[in-house]
């Protein structure tokens, strides 16, 4: 196993490179000057000649490139002008926004989206199989970012069950009781489509699985239904659910951009966006390739977790 990990985080390497690459080329070919639009009315040809120096724009994209990759290989990724710190810093204090979301909606999807799938399969044909596949198609085809709205628009609006924007109170106490009133509706909006995912792919490993000889055998020998499906079923049909679950894990995360726009939360994603308004280049360099080893080590613990659950696939 020690091998196979070593093997997966060497592929890494590659892959984080290539992302550089990409993020890097498409901040540089934006068109316009960055220096000019990061002064505004500052912007007299002495100042963006010395901001474009201060920020190595007045040399190759190439050379650019291999600076800015050299030094966040040393744990520097720059600073932001807008902010004025560290973009190291300033990533990881949001970052733990994005985690509580993004880990909830992940948690909540996986577990709705399993225990559908399995039910569905368990009952195919039948009522709970048909209800559980029209809501799954319902959810899929509604946009996060507009369902967040509407929730916003009901639940918060109108029937003022939850807050309507925000991850803590402008005033007031800040414990789990309030984080959690104000997580709900963007946790839920993030994970419908991921739970729909799931449910659908959860549903056909089932059944698959459930038409295998040591089902029909464990039958025949006067197994509990319930410990079949739950316990031998579920068990099997994980090894092809888990690499569904790091598929959506990429598309929580990513998600989480527009979801943070929506309900206003603290997070990565916001912070992106507003970078991205700035020009504040460093920041949306360091936060996308952040974010990427973010994904790209979670899909590795996903493919470790999988090979433990199938010997087979370290060969």
Not at 67 to 86: E, H, K
Not at 87 to 107: N, Q
Not at 137 to 160: E, K, T
């Amino acid at each position: 196993m020690t091998g196979y990990i070593l093997k997966r985080l060497l592929s890494a390497i590659p892959v984080l490179l290539g992302i550089s690459v990409i993020v890097f080329a498409i901040m540089a070919l934006i068109p316009g000057d960055p220096a000019t639009a990061i002064l505004g009315s500052y912007a007299t040809p002495e100042n963006v000649e010395k901001l474009n120096r201060d920020l190595g724009l007045d040399q190759g994209i190439v050379a650019r490139y291999f600076i800015w990759l050299g030094n966040m290989l040393q744990g520097d990724f720059g600073r932001s002008f807008a902010l004025n710190r560290p973009v190291l810093d300033e990533v990881l204090d949001r970052f733990g926004a994005t985690l509580i979301l993004a880990g909830s909606s992940f948690l909540l999807c996986s577990l709705l989206g399993i225990a559908a799938g399995v039910i569905s399969a368990a009952r195919q044909y039948g009522f709970a199989d048909k209800a559980i596949t029209f809501a799954v198609l319902l959810g899929i085809s509604i946009p996060s970012f507009f369902l967040g709205m509407m929730m916003i628009l009901i639940f918060a609006v109108q029937l003022r069950w939850f807050p309507v924007s925000g991850m803590w109170p402008i005033y007031g106490d800040r414990n789990l009781p309030v984080l959690l009133d104000h997580l709900a509706m963007p946790a839920f909006a993030l994970s419908v489509v991921a739970t729909g995912v799931i449910a659908r792919l959860a549903r056909s490993a089932m059944l698959e699985v459930l038409r295998q000889d040591f089902i029909r055998t464990a039958r025949a020998k006067g197994v509990n239904e319930r410990r079949v499906i739950w316990r031998h079923a579920l068990r099997a049909a994980m090894v092809s659910i888990i690499p569904i679950l790091g598929i959506q894990a990429g598309f929580v995360l990513s998600g989480a951009v527009y979801i943070e726009m929506v309900f206003q939360w603290p997070g990565v994603g916001r912070m992106l966006v507003d970078a991205i308004l700035k020009r504040d280049i460093l920041l949306v360099q360091g936060g996308v390739v952040f974010i990427a080893a973010c994904y790209v080590m979670f899909n590795i613990l996903v493919d470790v977790a999988q090979a433990l659950l199938d010997p087979r696939i370290k060969t």
